[in-house]
Structures are given as structure tokens and as C-alpha cells.
């Protein structure tokens, strides 16, 4: 069973060293969320990117994150994987955790492909028994052959994102976090790799998908949320957040 709580999540990022001028006014307004201003002359400035965030995910949920650049979205999910710690408010997790925010976990450009899937495996909470049973499978995905026993460094930008694809999507998740869906290099490859990504979502108890995309949200998710400026604007389901979000968009 897989189960995600937040209560009245807030989440600030203090800016530090801050001194009024037209670069960084245009700077801390393109992060998005409600700008404070404290202490004496109003000198200490926060960026408060969340703002009283509440949701309830189960077994079965896939919840899509809708919103313009710094509505929080991003945020959201880091809040979830424990990269921030809320400010106010409480996250409730049971769970493993799986965040997918890119298709290189952790690549060292010296170890081989071979040796990549094992340390990468790692780094994505898979146990040894886990890689082992899965290497061959990702080493056939690859499509790199006797690629995989030299140095990565020597890889393609195309083959590195073969592989980093290979390794990402092999994990048996319980929550997945994913930042914008997973690309993975060239046209040819495309398909193959949007019926793994599917694959991935299946094999999950929930998702939470954070995208601009309408259309990849309403094939993959039965539930979202829009946000804009830190705050829920609206929540329930695909087609009636879509709306709302074509609205916003409409009215700029």
C-alpha cells in the first residue's frame, strides 16, 4: 500500500545577501511565488513557493501537477521526494519512493556501461539482487551490445541517454515522481521507450506528474491540480483542471 498526505505544506526559500536593484527584482519575480519582504528596511527577502498545499494520494492515484513556470510544481515534487523540508504544514508518506527528475542517475563518465547500471541501480534504492535480476533486460533495452563494456565517456550523447533511460526506468516503484516525463535521445528510439515509460506508470501504486503538457497529463493521469503562484487553484478531475487551466492561460 502506497499513501501520500500533505497538510497545509508551505515551503519559503530565503534570499540571501539581497540588495534592491532592477536585475534582481526581475530575477526573484521570475521565481515565481509570493515575494515577502521583513526586517529592518524591509532588507530580508523570501520566496514563499508553496503555499498551504493540501492532497491526499492512494493505491491506484495518478495525479497530474498543471501551472506556468514558478507556479510550484517542481517544488511540489521535491517536497515529496524529501529534497525540501515544508516550512509549515507536514508530509505523510508510506512508501518507497521513486523521483525521476532526469535520465542520467548519476552517470560516471570513466566506469562502463555495465559498471553504470550497477552504481546507477544503487543510487535509484534498487538492491543488488534487484540490478542482478534486471541487467540483462537493461542491457538488451540499451541496444549498445559491446558498447557496454567500454567507458561511457567514449558513449554518444544519443547512447548515454540510451542508457541513463535503461537504468531509470527499470526501478519497480511504489510512488513515482516525475518532472515532465522521460525523453530518451533519438526519433527511432521514441517508441520503445513510450511503451517502457508506460510500462514504469503501470508498475507504480501512485504517480505525480508535474508537466505544461495537457496532453501527456490527460493520457497518463485520472487526477490534478492546478497551481499558480505557490497556491491550489483548483483540484479534482483531468478534464475539469485542464478547463481551468486553458482559462488562465486565456485570461494571461
Known amino acids: 500500500m502506497a499513501l501520500i498526505v500533505v497538510e497545509d505544506v508551505t515551503v519559503d526559500f530565503p534570499i540571501y545577501g539581497f540588495q534592491k536593484s532592477f536585475r534582481k527584482e526581475i530575477f ?38 498543471l501551472g506556468a513556470n514558478g507556479a510550484g510544481k517542481s517544488t511540489l515534487l521535491r517536497v515529496l521526494a524529501g529534497v525540501y523540508a515544508p516550512t509549515a504544514g507536514r508530509v505523510l508518506i508510506e512508501g518507497r519512493v521513486s523521483p525521476l527528475f532526469n535520465t542520467s542517475p548519476g552517470l560516471d563518465m570513466d566506469d562502463t556501461g555495465y559498471e553504470n547500471i550497477w552504481t546507477c541501480g544503487l543510487f535509484l534504492g534498487m538492491t543488488r539482487e534487484e540490478i542482478a535480476g534486471k541487467m540483462a533486460e537493461i542491457a538488451d533495452f540499451t541496444e549498445l551490445g559491446d558498447y557496454l563494456a567500454l567507458p561511457v565517456r567514449t558513449y554518444s550523447t544519443g547512447m548515454l541517454a540510451r542508457l541513463g533511460f535503461a537504468i531509470a526506468t527499470a526501478i519497480d516503484p511504489e510512488i513515482l515522481l516525475l518532472d515532465e516525463g522521460l525523453g530518451a535521445g533519438d526519433a527511432r528510439f521514441a517508441e520503445r521507450a513510450k511503451k517502457r515509460v508506460d510500462a514504469l506508470v503501470e508498475r507504480s501504486n501512485v504517480l505525480v506528474l508535474a508537466s505544461h503538457s495537457e496532453g501527456l497529463i490527460h493520457s497518463m493521469c485520472n487526477r490534478a491540480v492546478l497551481l499558480h503562484g505557490g497556491r491550489v487553484v483548483t483540484a479534482g478531475g483531468v478534464e475539469e483542471v485542464i478547463e481551468a487551466y486553458r482559462r488562465m492561460n486565456a485570461a494571461g
Open 28 to 65: 526573484v519575480r521570475a521565481i515565481g511565488g509570493l515575494i515577502r519582504r521583513e526586517g529592518r528596511n524591509s532588507s530580508r527577502v523570501t520566496v514563499q513557493a508553496l503555499e498551504n498545499v493540501s492532497l491526499k494520494l492512494g493505491d491506484g492515484d495518478r495525479l497530474g501537477i
